[in-house]
């Protein structure tokens, strides 16, 4: 379809949408029109809208707290935005209390009818906030990286505190971000991207958590020259999916990956055990 390019002052071109695509895609005067060029071509995309605010009823009372808790965090990321809880008593609503105040940005209970809660998000996430949060979740990840480092050099383990400390605080923060994502806060065409990233880098946090028990428990850890030098390969990895979210490079994210599996082939307890369990547990 031939559009004619109309001057507009002294330096600006346009030209008009045809009327068939706009009506097909509910585009109206002050909507916004994504563009991006690809070779020789501008291509022009509808931005996705923010739809209707979403509510849910469920029924939890034959639950137990683990699947509560993977509920309502999958409901949260989602983008749900109002929840209507059915439960038990008050042991669960401690439960779903807890969850709301380690996990569930903006969500909030608001009222308590005869077994029922009513939770709603209060604090809608806005993307402008999005960059920060993931620049705080890489910050959390490599200075767990670094105090594993460090304490496996001196044979004692004494920060497995801050480590499930700091891990409950990139779960809460993963969450959040994908959020943003799910209620297109974040450009449609990054998402595949900063999936990869959030996936990747919250299941190496999960594993430096798992690792570090394993550590604690131990009587005594002998520390060999290959487990030294993984995790050194495992730090250069994060620092270079680092450099990936810096400069968006989505081609090298899946280059990475591949080198994560390569790692993962030749993981292995620091107990020595012959058999290499999963690089990332769960």
């Given at each position: ?175 959040y971000c994908k959020r943003l994502i799910n209620k297109n806060h974040v450009h449609y ?46 730090q250069a990895l994060f620092d270079q999916f680092h450099e990936c979210f810096f400069h ?35």
């Amino acid at each position: 379809m031939i559009r004619k390019v109309v001057r507009h002052g002294t330096s600006t071109l346009t030209i008009s949408l045809p009327a068939k695509w706009a009506k097909k895609f509910g585009i109206k005067a002050g909507d916004e029109i994504d563009t991006f060029e690809v070779k020789k071509n501008l291509i022009l995309s509808p931005v996705p809208k923010q739809g209707p605010r979403e509510e849910l009823e469920i029924d939890v009372r034959s639950l137990d707290n683990e699947f509560i808790r993977y509920i309502l965090l999958n409901l949260y990321r989602a983008g749900l935005d109002k929840m209507r809880i059915r439960l038990n008593d008050l042991e669960q609503g401690e439960h779903i209390q807890q969850c709301l105040n380690t996990v569930l940005l903006g969500l909030e209970v608001i009222s308590k009818e005869d077994g029922y809660w009513i939770l709603e998000n209060v604090t809608e996430p806005t993307g402008e906030k999005f960059t920060m949060v993931m620049r705080r979740i890489f910050f959390l990840t490599k200075e767990n990286l670094s105090v594993i480092a460090q304490d496996l050099r001196q044979g004692v383990f004494p920060h497995a505190g801050l480590i499930q400390q700091q891990t409950q605080k990139h779960l809460q923060l993963d969450a959040y971000c994908k959020r943003l994502i799910n209620k297109n806060h974040v450009h449609y065409r990054d998402r595949d991207f900063y999936q990869i990233l959030l996936h990747f880098v919250l299941a190496l946090d999960r594993c430096c958590e798992h690792c570090y028990k394993f550590l604690e428990s131990q009587k005594s850890v002998n520390v060999g020259k290959d487990t030294i030098s993984l995790l050194s390969e495992i730090q250069a990895l994060f620092d270079q999916f680092h450099e990936c979210f810096f400069h968006h490079r989505l081609d090298a994210v899946g280059k990475l990956t591949r080198e994560s599996l390569l790692l993962k082939s030749r993981h292995y307890f620091l107990g020595h055990s012959k058999r290499p369990p999963a690089l990332c547990p769960g």
